[in-house]
Nanobody, 125 residues
């Protein structure tokens, strides 16, 4: 499986943006897919994740209530709808996937073996 992220861009604070992560390959529904982000000079941080076989979702405290992750197994695509964007959301956003990540490791970047190329989100204040 390979992942390709898209949808980044420039948006004003308070605005919305939707990211997509398209997978190529088989057995996509067996995967957990997560979004991570990395701002300049900062470490990569967890944003949200979804287990595609159950639809279970996970969010960081900073994105809960503002971001929504969803998946479409038929299209092999995971979406990240981002609302009420803030300047602090500015970062490169990466999607990552794994067929073996356990629940306790969902928030950990090292648990994901497949990574997309990243898409830049810039929120102007």
């Amino acid at each position: 499986v390979q992942l390709q992220a898209s949808g980044g861009g420039l948006v004003q604070a308070g605005g919305s943006l939707s990211l997509s992560c398209v997978a190529s390959g088989s057995s996509f529904s067996r995967y957990a897919v997560a979004w991570f982000r990395q701002a300049p000079g900062k470490e990569r941080e967890f944003v949200a994740a979804i287990r595609l076989n159950s639809g279970t979702t996970y969010y960081s405290d900073s994105t809960k209530g503002r971001f929504t992750i969803s998946g479409d197994n038929a299209k092999s695509t995971v979406y990240l709808q981002m609302n009420s964007l803030q300047a602090g959301d500015t970062a490169v956003y990466y999607c990552a996937g794994s067929s073996t990540v356990i629940t306790s490791a969902t928030y950990t970047s090292s648990a994901y073996s497949i990574w997309g190329q990243g898409t830049l989100v810039t929120v102007s204040s």
